[in-house]
């Protein structure tokens, strides 16, 4: 029988997926079964695709890409397909809303949330394929002219992580297809469904067999074999920093191949005495907590001057209290469980290492329950210091380490002090501070008096170890292609041999 959610029907059985090659689906593969990570009962069964699927995949974006069937189309045309799809997808929100919250365990209100911004991927992406040019240098002197063509750099590998199965997908797959290159998608073995669903709404929408490619399955084998592939011109990995290393390393021993990297992240939100401690502190409890605080961009580490610490504090615990956390079939809930047992062991092994090293909960730090799946109560550590493992490395959870400054030197040097460079936010109504703050922490991504605002309009990428390359946006079009500069001798060339 099947069993009702917040008016939402569980599926009976698993939902069965092949994996997508050149425009066909294929199975018989052995299976993958995921359990919804908040009901405890199996959703999907997705395919343990094999290196020679991998090659299958990539032989058939490489015909499409070698034959121009898609980069020989012109922009308008790549334009048109691009905008039915992100119509496909407004078409099915609610499907695409419901197997994201199945499979990754997201409240449905922030699903539909990021399907949008998908939507707005899409349309974003197709105003740039029809915007892409080049550029032309007219000053040469009148014997010369030169030419700089922007060319598809060919086929793409994409790895996408779990945390925003559809989100980070959307963010890349348009983006490439502006720019005229073809894709082999690889999700993460937890979270693939809504990747295969998207093969489905761009066929519909036209797109040319072999331009997008789903091989699913383990990182181990499938991702690996993307990343060491000889005829995969780019790949486009988003994951953890410690895979992103391997992928250095497999394209260093392969061909060399491009790489665009999005890693970890240990963001800090920086908060002054003049700010307006009630937003920033509602900034601060969403920062960390939003996504179960499983996102690239969690603001991690608060910092805060110390004149008006333990009041800010003190607020933000009594906002972090409220937080609705449960079903996220509940139109009310905001936070959801931890989408992996193995994340979730992780995240309580820190919240362990933080009090065992001296640090001070002050909210949080326990599991909750909700009946059935895994749930941690939003955490908040005070007495964090430099060396802790809390101060340091990414939790990935909704785990927040606080910090105190007495100058403004000192704030950019704690925000700055982490291998990681993702994204940060500042918190002041004094426009020098907040100016400076931004211009001296090294991050990527950064939100004055806000926090995770923007849309795909502009770049995302990090600076050290979160990663190589941007997305979206303009430049993450051009990302995606390569300068090629062209010289046009339009007098009579000189000669070098005497006549
Ligand atoms: P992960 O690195 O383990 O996996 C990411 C993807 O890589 C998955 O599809 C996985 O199957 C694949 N993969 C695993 N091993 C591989 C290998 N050897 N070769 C090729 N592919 C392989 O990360 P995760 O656990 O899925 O996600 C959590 C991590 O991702 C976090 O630690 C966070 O730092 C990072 N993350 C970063 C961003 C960002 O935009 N910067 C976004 C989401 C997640």
């Known amino acids: 029988m099947q069993e009702m959610t917040y008016g939402i029907t569980l599926p009976e059985k698993p939902r069965e997926f092949g994996f997508f090659i050149n425009g066909e689906w294929r199975g ?19 395919s343990r695709c094999t290196p020679e699927d991998v090659n299958d995949a990539v032989a058939a974006a490489r ?7 898609w980069a020989g189309l012109p922009g308008s045309a790549r334009a048109g397909i691009l905008l039915k799809t992100a119509e496909g997808i407004r078409q099915q929100r609610e499907e695409i809303a419901r197997w994201e919250v199945l499979e990754n365990r997201k409240p449905i209100s922030q699903a539909r949330g990021e399907i949008d911004h998908c939507i707005a991927c899409f349309e974003t992406a197709a105003g740039a394929a029809r915007l892409l040019h080049g550029d032309s240098f007219n000053n040469l002197g009148d ?28 963010e890349r797959v348009p983006f490439i297809l502006a720019s005229g290159c073809t894709l082999v998608v690889k999700p993460a073995e937890v979270t693939s469904a809504t990747t295969l669903i998207l093969a489905d709404i761009l066929a519909e929408a036209g797109l040319p067999a072999g331009a997008y490619n789903v091989v699913t399955g383990t990182g181990r084998t499938v991702g690996q074999a993307l990343t060491e592939h000889p005829d995969i011109d780019m790949l486009s990995f988003t994951g953890s920093t410690a895979v992103g290393r391997s992928c250095v390393h497999a394209s260093g021993d392969s061909n060399l191949k491009k790489l665009g990297l999005e890693l970890g992240g240990k963001n800090p939100i920086i908060v002054f005495a003049d700010a307006d401690l009630e937003d920033a502190a509602d900034a601060a409890a969403f920062g960390i ?58 995240i309580l092994n820190y919240i362990a290492k933080g009090k065992a090293e001296g640090a001070k909960v002050l909210t949080g730090g326990e599991v909750l329950d909700c009946g059935s799946g895994r749930y941690i109560a939003p955490t908040l550590f005070s007495g964090v210091t430099p060396s802790m493992s809390i101060a340091r490395e990414e939790i990935f959870g909704p785990v927040l380490s606080s910090f105190h400054f007495d100058s403004l030197n000192e704030a950019i040097s704690i925000a700055n002090d982490t291998v990681y460079g993702l994204a940060a936010s500042v918190w002041s109504k004094n ?23 923007g849309g795909p309009e502009t770049p995302t990428g990090g600076f050290k170890q979160s990663g190589w390359g941007r997305e979206t946006g303009i430049l993450g079009v051009e990302e995606y292609t390569q300068a090629k500069s062209v010289h046009i001798e339009t007098g009579g060339r000189s000669h070098w041999i005497a006549s």
């Open 63 to 69: 015909l499409a890409f070698d034959d121009r069937r």
């Open 431 to 453: 426009i020098d501070k907040a100016l400076t703050v931004t211009r001296r922490v090294r991050a990527g991504r950064f939100w004055v008096n806000t926090i995770m605002a």
């Open 143 to 170: 014997n010369l002219f030169g030419m700089v063509l922007r060319e598809p750099i060919g086929v793409v590998g994409l790895i996408t992580p779990w945390n925003f199965p559809f989100l980070i997908l959307c």
């Open 289 to 346: 907590s939003f996504n179960t605080g499983q996102c690239c961009v969690s603001s991690s580490r608060l910092i805060v001057e110390r004149s008006v610490a333990e009041k800010f504090e003190k607020i933000l615990v009594d906002k972090m209290k409220k937080i609705r956390v449960g079903d996220p079939f509940d139109p009310e809930t905001q936070v959801g469980a931890i989408t992996t047992t193995g994340q979730n062991e992780t």
């Open 28 to 46: 018989g593969r052995e299976m993958y079964e995921r359990d919804s990570p908040s009901h405890d009962v199996p959703v999907t069964r997705t």
